[in-house]
């Protein structure tokens, strides 16, 4: 219990990371995540 109340205090979510772009970690990687979609979509058209 003590090991995951210390992950949960020192991963914040919610805290902007200048590596980020100013963006909270979770909202960075949604934002990843649809680039690699798009990505992956354009790939896909232009091999078919």
Known sequence: MKIA????DFYNTSRRHSA???LPPVTF???M???RQASTALLRA???
């Open 20 to 22: 980020n772009d100013g």
């Open 46 to 48: 232009a091999v078919a």
């Open 5 to 8: 109340t210390w992950i949960v």
């Open 33 to 35: 995540i649809e680039k």
């Open 29 to 31: 990687e949604r934002q």
